[in-house]
């Protein structure tokens, strides 16, 4: 029912940033994007998927301790899309990152897009 791809990832210098975008799409796209929260996770080489960001229906957002006060994240529902605005980036943060918005019967994820912190 619903497709979600990420973009915007890539290789930056340690302190840089970046925004990265996911776009859900499909035929229920509009209702799902507009009444779950939607949440961003990441994944570096051989460790476990971290749960990084989230935002709910009414705007309000959470992050996990180590990117707090670098990472915002928001929601645009005119374009069904998420993002996450990424400053002050660290080696640490080198990982591929994945959106996701799961609800009472579905868990949607999206192919994920790789960012690289590397001086």
């Not at 209702?31 to 009414?58: C, D, L, M, Y």
């Not at 301790?65 to 899309?81: L, Y």
């Amino acid at each position: 029912q619903v497709q979600l791809v990420e973009s915007g990832g890539g290789l930056v210098q340690p302190g840089g940033s970046l925004r990265l975008s996911c776009v859900a799409s499909g035929v229920a796209s509009r209702r799902i994007f507009s009444a779950n929260p939607v949440t961003w996770h990441r994944q570096a080489h051989g460790k476990q998927r971290e749960w990084v960001a989230g935002i709910t229906t009414e705007g309000l957002t959470n992050y996990v301790d180590s990117v707090k006060g670098r990472f915002t994240i928001s929601r645009d529902s005119a374009v069904k899309t998420v993002y996450l605005e990424m400053n002050s980036l660290k080696p640490e943060d080198t990982a591929v990152y994945y959106c996701n918005i799961n609800t009472r019967i579905s868990n949607y994820w999206g192919q994920g897009t790789l960012v690289t912190v590397s001086s």
